[in-house]
């Protein structure tokens, strides 16, 4: 089968555009490939953190995967810092990582340019990412668009390995990003992406009142200005999007027609959404309320996961330090074999 790696920062709650983004697509892809899903806890201490909270989120970020539907008997959940062999990996990548290629990232500069001060890690954060994937072999990340450049980092420093240590047949392979037709959720401010950093997102465990209440406002078609204006569903950056992601084929073609021909207004428009979101994130609540109640369970399954984890992460270590001379205690000065 083939193998994927994806991962979520524990940041904040789970929202909608992580779920169509990259999490509903993990659930799709896990019957048919070696999966591995991470909460990578180490990404997440490169911005401002507290430690119980980031203890706290790292435990609700797996139950929200769980209740999503991520299996555990199809897939491996784990936390990061359950295998100390990313930061091993990411070391090594560091010394085969151009500083430019890293100082020409986006998301570094976005991030360094609200910083007042910018650590080292916010900068190496793509290595890590690098490592977190290629520690799998792992040839396919099914991701958001905001990824794609850390990807491109990645098939970088991949090639850059395997040119100097594995010249003859490539060891890593160059990982390519999976999308999905919800690559790019826009926030509510049908501005920027919604991203937990900006606050403008649906959470997945919004109750249905809470998430009316974010949707009522929300802005439409400018051109609606009375229920009896015609619209265009493509300038609505906002609810005609979401229709897409979480309302049927045939419910999609009666907002495009109801939109155009005036015979809905926004609010009744945002009324079927909100029915639609709510069917799709209710059982996925109810999952997680039984999860939340279950924490020891919880915490076994990441266990769990980390020991099935570590296990091919440490195929994968040997054979690093064996091509780059590092198991120094297996071989005798003369190159012999001890
Ligand atoms: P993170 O935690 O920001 O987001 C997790 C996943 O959700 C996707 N996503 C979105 N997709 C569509 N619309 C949006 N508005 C939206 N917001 C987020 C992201 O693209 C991502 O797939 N650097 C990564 C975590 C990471 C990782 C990895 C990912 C660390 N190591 C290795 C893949 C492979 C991040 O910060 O994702």
Partial sequence: MPRIFSGIQPSGELHIGNYLGAVKNWVALQHAHESFFCIVNYHAITIAFAPDELRRRTRDMAISLLASGLDPAKCVVFVQSDVPEHTELAWIFNTITPLGELERQVQFKDKAGRSEQVMAGL??????????????LAD???????????????????RNWNTRFSPDAPYFPEPQPKLTPTRRIAGLDGQAKMSKSIGNTIGLLESPDAIWEKLRPVVTDPARQRKTDAGEPEKCPVIY???????????????????????????????????NIAAELVPIQ?????????????????????????AVARETIAHVRDAMGLDARTSSPSGATA
């Fill in 123 to 136: 900068l190496n954060y793509p290595v890590l990412q690098a490592a977190d994937i290629l520690l799998y």
């Fill in 241 to 275: 999007p979401l229709h897409k992601a979480f309302s049927s084929p045939e419910t999609v073609t009666q907002v495009e027609t109801n939109c155009r021909g005036a015979q809905w207004g926004c609010i009744e428009c945002k009324k079927v959404l909100h029915a």
């Fill in 286 to 310: 109810t999952r997680a309320a039984e999860l939340q109640a279950k924490p020891a369970m919880v915490d076994e399954l990441l266990a769990d996961g980390g020991q099935r984890a570590r």
């Fill in 140 to 158: 396919t990340v099914p991701v958001g668009e905001d990824q794609v450049q850390h990807l491109e980092l990645s098939r970088v420093v991949a």
